[in-house]
């Protein structure tokens, strides 16, 4: 039996020969020193550990290891690779939508996942799309509005 | 994988469940909360038997291993469901999290669980011995405690598949989402005319399992509407009479007086 967890990271296929148990959050962190994705509370509460899975976003703090085998798994590594990233770096830049930034990586990946089910979200959209996300800071106005610019201004890369 | 197994059939999950000792794994969404690296998971994700909706004569049936974000994109789950489970988490939480694992966690507070309850639904359970159909509400036999053998697994949700009837479906927690119930409660009418045939309610995160009270339910199947707006007030505190619910995140006497405004809510929105 092959003991080793195959799957995809940000576009490259790797093998992972370590606890089958682990939580993915720790995995990326600790081994792949992937460390975009932030640890909030590890038990599904917050959104700062959310990266897209099979196109899906999940949290990665509630994913173990063996779950991973023969995944697709993005990060905000990967998504800062692309040209949909820029647009919503860009829009949540303009309306200062960041302040101490933890979220902000969970927030990039969730808002990818919405504008990719939603390209043109009504502000409920936007907000249920963001709803397992927690912000302390911004009071979340300013993110739902940066959501709204991302998805004027990247109107067809979604 | 060294400590884990990853099924791609019914047949191959039911012999590694047989053979080892492993926890099921679905979405791990509660599993993952406790996360205890020294145990054996069984991942059932993509076991196709397990990841279909589909309806026969009798039932809608959903595999024990569609995520939540699968049960509201299907046409064939009746709507109750869908407003209860388009409350769970958020949608991080909606994709990862199972139906079968809502149920195998055990908790009194889950969501789509209540429905369950609501809708006499039932569950096929399978080992390498064979199969068994347990009603959900024979399933829970208390707080946590499953009638779920060591080699078993939830492989499918029978829903009844009439869907003519009212519902009324409430969940009270502490903010809109990623929210853990603090009371659900679920409400089914059935009329034919003026006459009830059916009249069902449920209570969630009251107790160690979701209640139903059969009793007083009784009071009301077969009575004409007018009849039953005449016993109002002696309905709603007939379910005072049998609901005792446990202290928890909340105390009893707030759960007890939220289910009775949710009963009162229910009866009044159905002119009764």
């Known amino acids: 039996m092959d003991t080793k967890i195959h799957f995809t990271l940000n576009g490259k296929p790797v093998t992972y020969d370590g606890n089958a148990s682990n939580r993915l959050l720790d995995v990326l962190r600790d081994y792949y020193k992937l460390t975009g994705t932030k640890c909030g509370c590890k038990e599904g509460e917050c959104g700062a550990c959310s990266i897209i899975m099979d196109g899906e976003l999940i949290n990665s703090c509630m994913v173990a290891m063996g779950r991973c085998e023969g995944a697709d798994i993005m990060t905000i590594e990967g998504f800062s690779e692309t040209e949909r990233f820029k647009v919503i770096d860009k829009a949540y830049g303009a309306v200062s939508a960041v302040q101490c930034g933890y979220c902000i990586p969970g927030m990039v990946m969730a808002t990818e996942a919405l504008l990719r089910k939603h390209p043109h979200p009504t502000e409920e959209e936007i907000r249920d799309g963001l709803s397992g996300n927690l912000c302390r800071c911004t009071g979340y106005n300013a993110i739902v509005r940066a959501v709204g610019i991302a998805a004027k201004e990247g109107n067809g890369l979604w | ?272």
């Not at chain 2, 709507?79 to 958020?90: D, N, R, T, Y």
């Open chain 2, 1 to 272: 994988m060294v400590n884990g197994y990853m099924a791609t059939s019914l047949r191959e999950a039911l012999e590694i469940r047989a053979a080892h000792d492993v926890v099921p794994y679905g979405g791990g969404t509660d599993l993952m909360i406790a996360a205890d690296t020294s145990l054996t998971y069984l991942y059932v994700n993509r076991i196709p038997e397990m990841k279909q909706i589909a309806v026969d004569d009798a039932y809608v049936r959903i595999g024990a291993s569609c995520t939540f974000t699968e049960v509201l994109a299907s046409p064939l789950v009746p709507p109750l469901m869908k407003a209860a489970v388009e409350q769970i988490g958020a949608p991080a939480i909606r994709n990862g999290g199972t139906m079968g694992g809502n149920i195998g966690n055990g908790s009194a507070k889950a969501d789509s669980v209540l429905i369950e309850f609501v809708l006499g639904a039932k569950l096929r359970l399978a080992s390498v011995r064979g199969e068994r159909i347990v009603p959900i509400e024979a399933f829970y036999k208390g707080r946590k405690q499953l009638d779920l053998a060591k080699d078993e697994l939830i492989v499918e949700i029978l829903l009844p598949k009439d869907a003519d009837y009212e519902w009324y479906y409430e969940k009270v927690g502490a903010r809109r989402a990623l929210a853990i119930s603090r009371i659900s409660f679920a409400g089914l009418l059935r009329c034919d005319g003026d006459v009830i045939t059916d009249f069902a309610t449920a209570f969630g995160a009251v107790a160690g399992t979701v209640l139903r009270f059969p009793d007083v339910e009784a009071m009301v199947i077969g009575k004409t509407k007018a009849e039953v707006k005449a016993m109002h007030d002696a309905i709603v505190a007939a379910y005072g009479d049998h609901i005792v619910p446990t202290a928890g995140r909340v105390s009893k006497e707030y759960r007890k007086d939220v289910c009775l405004n949710l009963v009162d809510d229910f009866l009044t929105s159905k002119g009764l």
